[in-house]
Every structure is written in C-alpha cells, then in structure tokens.
C-alpha cells in the first residue's frame, strides 16, 4: 500500500516552546491530509483538514491559532504546536489520500508522540 | 457519517478465526464499510473496506449483510502479531471525506 511518513517520531519539548510535525506522502500525491490526536486509552479524533494550497478546515473546539497547518505542496502537511504546554502532550497521526483516486482508503503515518515537560 | 457499534473487546485463540461484528444500521446507500486496526503506539493500518459485495484480501475478509446494516471482519487464522483495536467506520465514497473514528474492538489473541 501507499505510504505515509511522518517526522519525528517522538518528541520531548519544553513548556512555552513550539514543535513542527511533518507528515510526507512518499509514493503518491495527496490534496487532502488529516490532523488526528490521540489521547491514551481513547480513540483518534480528528483535528483538521488540510488542504494543498489553501487554509486547513479545523474541528470545533479546535484553535487554529495553536495548531498551525500548512500543506504547501501534494506530497507535504506540518502541523506546528505553538507554544506547548504539558496538557498538548498527546499522539499525533496524519493520513492521506491519494487525489486521483475516489472511493479510496486513507493511509496513515505512524504518529508523532509528544511530551511537553 | 453514519455511526457504528462495536463489541469493546474480544478474545480469539491464536491460530482460530477472528470474527468482529459491527452494526451500521444508519449507513446510507453511497456510505463504504471501511476497517482499520491500530497496534498499539502506531498509525491506523488499513485492512480492508467494501460497499455491497463480500470483500477479500490477504489480510481479511469482510461480509457485509444484504441490507448493508452490519457487517463482519473475518481474520481466518489470528497471529498474536493481531492483537490490535479494530475500527470499523463508515464513509462516503468522495476523497475528500475524513475517517471518524469510534472505539473500537480491541482484540487479544492468546496463545
């Protein structure tokens, strides 16, 4: 199947400071990558929807000023934590699907664990 | 997206069938059964997913009822390499449509 990377895989961060996620589709094209967090013992919820130029579409309760997006490019999403703090600690998962196909799976990068100490 | 139901956890002995129900009684007609299944600490690994028609492929099988209102994964030898959550969602066929997430069934297979 189609893969997804996602960089880094774990990352420990101070308070008040800032931390990029990079989510790469490898082998196909992607116009729309998913955003999900993860909290332990629970399941996925989505955080945004990132669109290849232009603004990402983000889920109620979710600040767009906190979590910035950017999907410059088809095979390319980060999401930027700004100014973290120990309750952003979480599991953090892209996926993405491939544009020129409808009716497709999503495939998923293998997440990103964050620790803000 | 149509909702869906899902057992919270299930048993399998390891070498037997794996048989995980999930019920989508609100699926409407253009809405795919899609099945994921996450291995702890890791990204979702999709497995299998179908609109009408039983599906198979070298991971699984997926039944789904002629009403389309549940449907049935079917691991035919479960590894302990299996244990897993698996989540079954309901999506609509466009690319552009997230995956919602439920809970899942968490399955220990057992030696």
């Known amino acids: 199947g189609a893969v997804v990377s996602q960089h880094p895989s774990w990352v420990i961060c101070k308070s008040g400071t800032s931390v990029k996620i990079e989510c790469r589709s490898l082998d196909f094209q992607a116009t729309t990558m998913f955003w999900y967090r993860q909290f332990p013992k629970q399941s996925l919820m989505l955080m945004a929807t990132?669109?290849?130029?232009?603004?990402?579409?983000?889920e109620q309760g979710v600040e767009k000023d906190k979590f910035l997006i950017n999907h410059a490019s088809l095979t390319l999403s980060t999401l930027t934590v700004t100014s973290a703090h120990p309750e952003d600690s979480s599991f953090y998962i892209c996926s993405a699907i491939e544009a020129s196909r409808l009716n497709t799976e999503a495939f998923f990068g293998q997440g990103t664990r964050l620790t803000v100490v | 997206d149509a909702k869906t139901t899902q057992p919270t956890s299930m048993d399998c002995a390891e070498g037997r069938a794996a048989n995980l129900p999930c019920n989508h009684s609100?699926?409407?007609?253009?809405?795919?059964v899609y099945w994921y299944r996450q291995i702890h600490s890791q990204g979702p690994q999709y497995i299998i997913h179908g609109l009408k028609n039983n599906e198979t492929n070298e991971m699984a099988s997926l039944i789904i009822t002629e009403d389309r209102k549940s449907s049935t994964l079917i691991l035919p030898h479960a590894t302990l390499r299996d244990t897993a959550v698996y989540y079954c969602?309901?999506?609509?066929?466009?690319?552009?449509?997230?995956?919602?997430f439920g809970g899942g069934t968490r399955l220990m297979v057992k030696p």
């Open positions: 990132s669109n290849e130029g232009s603004k990402a579409t983000y």
């Open positions: 969602i309901v999506r609509d066929g466009g690319a552009g449509n997230m995956l919602t």
């Open positions: 609100t699926i409407s007609g253009n809405e795919y």
